[in-house]
């Protein structure tokens, strides 16, 4: 039987033009000759090499023996079965270790949220023993915008990630805390605006009680945040067991 040789188009080498390929690799019957390389190193020849042919790359398919495929020709069928190694292909995605990386960086996320909250919170306090405290508003106010920006994008992302994981989290119970601290945290931001815009109204004591309540609040949920980073950290390492 005569012996056949089939030839497989690689569209994704990168070629010079043909008269330079031709006067590097020589030709073969008029066709310049193609160098294929795996890992940096040249594929051998055993008779008919690659070529570029009418500007496409054919390479014979018992080049690909090399690379661990199996090609059987069938002379019955005029036909030829090429099977790849299994073992030279992508492993497969480690959901659970994907789960979990999601895991950590959204809590990460959700525990800079909780830090964000704190440091609103002593920043107006210190507004409030400024001479010309008044003149804070404006800035307060578009603190308090970026602060509800940065919250808003934690708890839609946050949520997308609890729907998505398979796993159980702690993320609805943090989402719950955030959102009642935040609502604390507007209520000692329109204290303390009220207060600054109307010198003639003592609201000392009220936004003391309310800014103790907040920072007291978020510490907690920073606690509770952290405490799911580090169960998710042990996990990562099998140290949950």
Not at 87 to 113: C, I, M, N, R
């Amino acid at each position: 039987m005569m012996k056949k040789i089939a030839l497989l188009s690689l569209g994704l080498l990168s070629l010079s033009s043909i008269t330079y390929a031709a006067s590097l690799n020589g030709d073969y019957e008029g066709s310049p000759v193609v160098n294929v390389q795996s890992g940096g190193q040249a594929l051998q020849v055993e008779d008919v090499p690659a070529i570029n042919y009418k500007g496409r790359t054919m390479v014979p398919l018992y080049m690909l023996k090399q690379l661990g495929a199996e090609v059987a020709w069938n002379g019955d069928t005029y036909s030829v079965n090429v099977t790849l190694d299994k073992t030279q292909q992508a492993p497969k995605v480690d959901k659970d270790a994907q789960e979990l990386l999601l895991l950590k960086d959204t809590y990460q996320w959700l525990s800079d949220t909780d830090q964000a909250m704190v440091t609103f919170i002593q920043k107006i306090q210190n507004y409030t023993t400024l001479d010309n405290a008044s003149d804070y508003l404006k800035t307060i106010d578009n603190e308090f915008q970026d602060l509800t920006k940065q919250y808003n994008e934690s708890t839609q992302v946050a949520t997308k990630v609890k729907d998505k994981v398979t796993r159980e989290t702690k993320i609805p119970q943090i989402l719950f805390s955030q959102l009642q601290t935040m609502d604390q945290v507007k209520q000692t931001k329109d204290l303390i605006t009220v207060s600054l815009s109307n010198k003639s109204i003592d609201m000392s004591v009220p936004i003391k009680v309310s800014m103790f309540t907040t920072i007291q609040t978020t510490q907690k949920n920073i606690a509770a945040t952290k405490q799911a980073l580090h169960e998710v950290l042990l996990q990562e390492m099998g140290l949950d067991k």
